[in-house]
């Protein structure tokens, strides 16, 4: 036991000094004495010791040493589940801005988190939600989603530990308001009378119901959303939006917005606010018609109730469609979101089956086993069959294959006086065409033209190698003038 100590304390003592490469690693445990299993669990236990030396330095020296112990844990050092524990240790002695710092070290190592063993992903998993906690959820929102994109990375997507099987609501998510009852029909906005207190704890008091909608159940419970509701839509479709509207590029994130009665004039204006509330509505209305397996048995909705729902999903899309900015496309990718939302909770419903989809073994034996009876060829007569209809009418088009390709009418290359005519007749001094419309300034007209040239006419395409202080255009233009010339001459036309 002496000499276990001991060992731990020299490797302790060696990587909180000097010890910086995985190189010094194995020089370190190739000189000490003892077994390779002791020695290795004598690095196990040094590697979280020595930390504590390390996280008080910089958040660089921190990130270089959790790269070593991942290094020594592939060079066979160390367990492979040692990383993990000192990136959670490396974690749990710093603060929270220097957590933001060396989580970009394990967002660069997702890909190799997510082929790791699963104890160890439970480690990192174990990790990120210790993080989560720690963070606040108005203030760490960024961080909050790094970790949860991270998380996505790491596990697959049929992994069942980051799910609400049983649909858990957060009941502890209470929104607190004003719920004074003086004057409550005094306006809050001298333009408009109708935006009063009551309204105020009336747009609040749904957060109730988003909070636990299970409650909806009870017939007064449901009178009252449904009442609320309906003043909501009544109110955002009277008292219009206003104002600017923010700016596209910008990125306007809420996590919960501010209760005081003095801002909510301020908020009925904003986009962003409407949206919040409105979306609210359809989710929880989604909720409430959706077939989901852990939902109340007594929450099942009658026909009015469901034709109501129906009725003011179509009110609630048509305000946001007014609701700039570009209110349209914002209820596209609404109604996408939702759609999908339905498919997650089917998938739940199942049972979370996987999602990659195996072979069927049965459609692969039949496909295995199955023979097509081919014909051979019948090479008697005139007319060939190659077991195939397309194939054999094609090949007794012509009984005799050379003389089909050697057929005028396969002969598609022009003759070199034509394919010219027009550029010809263009660069005839009196032909009153300007320059900047000749043929010969076209891309396409220049490359089909050399290709004829060095096909039909050598000694022109020679032409244009043995003038290269022209350019292309230019020399193509003189050997068009050359051919003109000379079809003349030929004819008897000058």
């Not at 988190?113 to 760490?140: G, H």
């Not at 397996?293 to 909705?301: A, C, D, E, G, T």
């Not at 700039?324 to 209820?331: A, H, L």
């Not at 009984?399 to 007749?425: G, H, V, W």
């Amino acid at each position: 036991m002496a000499g276990f100590r001991s060992l731990c304390e020299k490797y302790v003592a060696a990587l909180s000094s000097n010890v910086g490469t995985v190189g010094e690693v194995a020089s370190l445990f190739e000189h000490s004495a003892g077994t390779d299993q002791e020695k290795k669990t004598c690095l196990d236990v040094a590697f979280r010791k020595a930390l504590l030396n390390k996280v008080l330095t910089d958040d660089q020296v921190s990130v270089k040493y959790i790269e070593l112990t991942f290094e020594s844990s592939g060079a066979g050092y160390c367990s492979a589940s040692t990383p993990f524990y000192v990136l959670a240790d490396v974690f749990d002695c710093v603060t929270l801005d220097r957590c933001q710092k060396v989580f970009s070290y394990v967002e660069e190592k997702s890909e190799v988190f997510a082929s790791e063993a699963p104890a160890n992903r439970n480690v990192v998993l174990r990790l990120c939600n210790d993080l989560i906690r720690r963070c606040s959820k108005s203030i760490n929102t960024l961080f909050c989603g790094r970790i949860q994109i991270m998380l996505a990375k790491v596990f697959p997507i049929s992994e069942r530990s980051g799910l609400n099987l049983q649909s858990q609501f957060n009941l502890e998510n209470v929104t607190e308001y004003n719920t004074t009852s003086e004057n409550k029909d005094t306006p809050m906005d001298t333009d408009s009378k109708e935006v009063t207190l009551l309204f105020y704890q009336t747009l609040w008091s749904m957060q109730e119901y988003f909070r636990n909608p299970n409650q909806i159940s009870n017939d007064t419970h449901w009178k009252k959303m449904e009442d609320t509701v309906n003043e909501i839509c009544r109110i955002f479709e009277n008292y219009k939006h206003e104002g600017s509207c923010p700016v596209l590029n910008e990125e306007a994130y809420f996590a919960k917005f501010l209760t005081s009665e003095r801002l909510l004039t301020l908020q009925i204006s904003d986009s962003n606010f409407r949206r919040h509330i409105l979306v609210q509505i359809l989710t929880l209305f989604q909720y409430l018609t959706g077939d989901v397996k852990f939902k109340p048995n007594k929450l099942v909705l009658s026909e009015p109730r469901k034709f109501w729902i129906r009725d003011t999903t179509s009110k609630i899309y048509s305000i946001l469609t007014d609701t700039p900015p570009e209110g349209d496309k914002f209820v596209q990718h609404i109604k996408s979101i939702l759609k999908y939302e339905e498919k997650w909770s089917k998938w739940k419903n199942e049972g979370c089956p996987a999602l990659s989809k195996t072979p069927d073994k049965t459609l692969q034996a039949k496909q295995k086993n199955l023979k097509r009876s081919v014909k051979a060829m019948d090479l008697s007569g005139d007319k060939y069959d190659l077991c195939n209809q397309t194939l054999t009418e094609l090949w007794n088009i012509c009984p005799d294959n050379l003389a089909a390709c050697q057929d005028s009418s396969r002969k598609f290359t022009p003759e070199t006086y034509k394919f010219f005519e027009e550029a010809i007749e263009q660069l005839e001094p009196d032909s009153g065409v300007e320059k900047e419309y000749y043929l010969t300034n076209e891309t396409a007209f220049v490359w089909r033209s050399l290709r004829l040239l060095a096909r039909q006419s050598v000694p022109y395409f020679q032409h244009i190698q043995n003038t290269k202080n022209l350019t292309l255009t230019d020399n193509l233009q003189n050997i068009i003038t050359l051919i003109g010339k000379e079809y003349k001459k030929e004819n008897g036309m000058e």
